[in-house]
């Protein structure tokens, strides 16, 4: 099976960086996904890592270490609407199924 | 861009209907995925499908039932709804295959609400 760890809440000051962390556990490894959420509405897919390193996307970068099964989440120059959840998901090896953790909630305040 | 469609973005039902939500996708992808989605528990699997005509279960199938009679349509069936089933319901599909895993795609959530 697989385990996903990430913080319940953060909160940040708009303008600032923050990093939001995972730990996972699993048998295998076929990548890790990161999502954003926005209360009410659909999760949208912002990063994939299924090597080790930074992948960075604008503002967001995503960073994976498979030896330590942890990846991070860093968000530059936060603004108010990157107040939202934002969900790790893992695929296992061998699975069509990921495993998403229970999102951390990220509060952006001026 | 991968559109995904549910049919209804609010229901409300009675106790004890039969209820159908529906999700569409036109991206010709081979899975398709039923969650719903509780504060505090986050995203949980319902049933998700691989091919027409196959399902599996997911963590939490009972008081549930699937559809797929085409690959662009996935029915989630709630054959006797009760108030624990009030919920988000999210559909979502991939591309993926057990080897290879291209990201989940969402549709805009079933707010459905049982009294």
């Known amino acids: 099976g697989q385990n996903i760890d990430q913080p319940t809440e953060m909160t940040a000051t708009e303008g600032a960086i923050v990093q939001i962390n995972c730990t996972y556990q699993?048998?295998?490894?076929?990548?890790l996904f990161w999502y954003q959420q926005h209360a009410g509405e659909a999760p949208t897919f912002l990063s994939y890592?299924?090597?080790?390193g930074l992948e960075e996307k604008g503002r967001f970068s995503s960073f994976l270490s498979r030896s330590k099964g942890y990846s991070y989440l860093l968000l530059k120059e936060l603004q108010m609407k990157d107040s939202a959840s934002y969900l790790c998901a893992v695929w296992g090896g061998g699975s069509y199924i990921p495993t998403f953790g229970r999102g951390t909630s990220l509060i952006v305040h001026p | 861009d991968v559109k995904v469609t549910q049919s209804s973005r609010y229901l409300v039902k009675r106790t004890g209907e039969k209820v159908f939500l529906e999700c569409v996708q036109d991206m010709d992808h081979e899975n398709m995925f039923w969650y719903r989605q509780d504060p505090g528990l986050g995203l949980r699997l319902i049933y998700f499908s691989y091919d027409v005509k196959m399902k599996e279960k997911g963590d939490i199938p009972e008081g549930y039932s699937v559809s797929r009679e085409k690959k662009e349509r996935f029915s989630l069936i709630l054959e006797s709804a009760s108030t624990n089933q009030t919920s988000m319901y999210l559909c979502a599909s991939s591309s993926g295959t057990s080897s290879y895993n291209s990201p989940l795609h969402f549709g805009n959530g079933t707010r459905l609400t049982v009294t």
């Open positions: 699993t048998s295998g490894f076929n990548g």
């Open positions: 890592n299924v090597l080790d």
